[in-house]
């Protein structure tokens, strides 16, 4: 129970402290709670990355469509040339709808 009480603490950064389980419930207890506490911090954490990583919409549009853009021109033999010039309106007219508004 001590070890695998301490691989939590360890793992989860939660640290040591002055105040550690006297006998093996409540080893058991602080486990538990530290797992919890551990997973509803990720949770919390992966919930704000989340809402960051979406706030530039248009940005998110741009990335998808230039990436369909660069499978398509992979699947269809597309020349190089072309590509380019492909990729280049592409994000012409991105930037244009960035003025727009």
């Known amino acids: 129970a001590a070890s695998v ?8 950064s939660i ?4 105040i ?8 058991y207890m602080c486990t538990a709670m530290m797992l919890v506490g551990g997973g509803t911090w990720a949770y919390i954490i992966g919930s704000a990355c989340g809402v960051v990583a ?14 369909h853009l ?3 021109i992979r699947d269809t033999n597309i020349s190089v040339p072309l590509g380019r010039r492909l990729r280049s309106f592409f994000a012409a007219a991105s930037r ?6």
């Open 96 to 101: 244009a709808k960035v003025v727009e508004g």
């Open 54 to 67: 979406t706030l530039d919409e248009q940005g998110i549009r741009y990335r998808q469509t230039m990436d």
């Open 20 to 27: 550690s389980p006297q006998n093996v419930p409540e080893y």
């Open 5 to 12: 009480h301490f691989s939590i603490m360890t793992i989860t």
């Open 15 to 18: 640290g040591y402290g002055d």
């Open 70 to 72: 660069n499978y398509m």
